[in-house]
């Protein structure tokens, strides 16, 4: 009986170098098979959530507050991958505004997962445009690098933009750290930014500064899907807007003295 090593024992080194790169090349195709079932996996279940956050977004857009905050984006305006709806970049935007100017906010999150920015201009914007916001948060266009046109991307931000009041906010795309997507995210930027100067919007540097939390953010920093962020993401996405925000909020809702006044009105 032959013994089950001699053979391999036997070959030339470079016929033993190619076999072990065959069986190299297999076993990471296999690991590689069994972390794309994994995403997928992961994906599906943050998919459920989907109807859960959409839901606690309409609920709590009918509670009143002084001032009206209205955020159009997708998936991740949503605080999808957040623990809860609430600690989403979103939610985190509404408290500190509660915080600096002492005033009640009421959220009307048009977000809707999976848009890209032509969608947005189709089922986000007509609902925008009947309404009148006191502070505007935009980030969108993640989708859109997935199935990247950049006339199609153009064409959508144009439109998004001239809807918008002077005082918005609006994001950038976040980096995607791989050099495939980033190439067309840069491109994606510069339009975007391109845009926003035609209509004097403020642009929040939300690239630069997932960039700066480096790839191993990704073990981090982002659900189990590696795709959304999770909670201390999140807290990421927040900080980029916190510069922007809180100088417009000191410039234009400087806050209110509660001891002068027992009345609160209410946005409806």
């Not at 001699?6 to 065959?22: D, E, N, Y």
């Not at 509404?94 to 600096?100: E, G, K, S, T, W």
């Not at 899907?225 to 000191?250: I, K, Q």
Request: net charge positive.
């Amino acid at each position: 009986m032959t013994h089950p090593t001699r053979g391999i024992r036997s070959l030339t080194l470079p016929a033993a170098a190619t076999l072990a790169t065959t069986v190299g090349l297999g076993i990471a195709a296999l690991n590689y098979r069994s972390f794309r079932r994994h995403l997928a996996e992961q994906a599906a279940i943050l998919n459920d959530t989907l109807p859960v956050n959409s839901q606690w977004w309409r609920d709590h857009s009918k509670v009143k507050g002084e001032l009206l905050y209205v955020a159009i984006g997708d998936s991740a305006a949503q605080g999808i991958g957040a623990s809860v709806p609430n600690r989403g970049y979103v939610g985190l935007l509404a408290d500190h505004m509660r915080l600096v100017t002492g005033r009640t906010v009421r959220v009307i999150n048009l977000s809707v997962s999976g848009a890209t920015v032509e969608l947005a201009v189709r089922d986000q914007l007509p609902r925008f445009e009947k309404l009148t916001p006191d502070v505007v948060t935009v980030a969108i266009g993640a989708n859109d690098i997935a199935q990247w046109d950049a006339a199609v991307f153009a064409a959508g931000i144009r439109r998004l933009f001239k809807a918008l009041p002077e005082h918005s906010l609006v994001a950038d795309l976040p980096c995607f750290h791989l050099p495939h997507n980033e190439r067309k995210v840069a491109i994606a930027n510069r339009l975007l930014r391109q845009r926003a100067a035609v209509h004097d919007l403020s642009v929040v540097p939300l690239h630069a500064i997932t960039k700066r939390q480096g790839l191993r953010s990704v073990a981090t920093q982002f659900a189990n899907d590696m795709f959304h962020p999770n909670d201390r993401g999140y807290r990421v996405w927040a900080e980029a807007f916190l510069p922007s925000l809180t100088a417009d909020l000191a410039q234009r809702f400087p806050p209110i003295d509660r001891s002068a006044s027992s009345t609160v009105g209410g946005r409806g």
